[in-house]
């Protein structure tokens, strides 16, 4: 059974910085997809951006892109978000997932099989 525990969120000021870490317990990530998910209240959840784990593919949001950077440290089975010139906006819960074999599929969040608890992300002066 694979365990996902997101950690790193908290206060920011906008256009600061923050990076989430998804620890993984698995006996391997091979060929799995890993996404990170943010839900606003009220609003629905979004894919933000997704990594291949064992062939490094990523895919962004557009309302990311430039300002997030995914990536994965395959021996810590850790996939991190770093979040730079944070908006407002960008305020939500954030969540890592895990889908096997099927693809990034950032769109698709009813995709994914395995999720974490999420981490409080807020960005405000």
């Known amino acids: 059974q694979l365990q996902l525990v997101e950690s790193g969120g908290g206060l920011v000021q906008p256009g600061g910085s923050l990076r989430l870490s998804c620890a993984a317990s698995?006996?391997?990530?091979?060929?799995?997809?890993i996404g990170w998910f943010r839900q606003a209240p009220g609003k629905e959840r979004e894919g933000v951006s997704c990594i291949g784990f064992t062939d490094g593919n990523t895919d962004y949001a557009d309302s990311v892109k430039g300002r997030f950077t995914i990536s994965r440290n395959i021996a810590k089975k850790t996939i991190y978000l770093q979040m730079n010139s944070l908006k407002p906006e960008d305020t939500a819960v954030y969540f890592c997932?895990?889908?096997?074999?099927?693809?990034?599929?950032?769109?698709?969040?009813?995709?994914?099989?395995?999720w974490g608890q999420g981490t409080q992300v807020t960005v405000s002066s």
């Open positions: 997932a895990a889908v096997e074999k099927r693809g990034c599929l950032l769109r698709v969040p009813e995709a994914y099989d395995y």
């Open positions: 698995a006996f391997t990530l091979d060929y799995y997809y």
